[in-house]
């Protein structure tokens, strides 16, 4: 079996604004579309895959990064977190296939 991971090192600083309080952290999930699922080319990775298939959310505003000045690191297990459909006509809350 492969295991499907993405991972992402993070700098998290803190922006002020005019008058507005700032917030203390984000939310962050990962987007996936499914090219060849939705009939579109099976590109290689980084290649443009063009615009047939659904939009799945991965872990959707599951990891939370605080704004400290400091580095995080965070990783997506393809296999095991949860998917929501975003948008597309195959987006069915499913990664479907073995594109990668």
Known sequence: MIRKT??????????????????????????????AAGGGSQAAIGGDGGTAGGIEWINRDGLNV??????????????????????????NSVLEGAYG
């Open 6 to 35: 993405a991972s992402v090192a993070v700098l998290a600083g803190l922006l002020l604004s005019s008058g507005a309080s700032p917030a203390s952290a984000l939310q962050v999930s990962l987007g996936v579309r499914e090219t």
């Open 66 to 91: 605080p704004l400290d000045n400091q580095w995080h690191q965070y990783a997506w297990d393809l296999d095991a977190d949860p998917a929501t459909a975003f948008a597309g006509t195959t987006a």
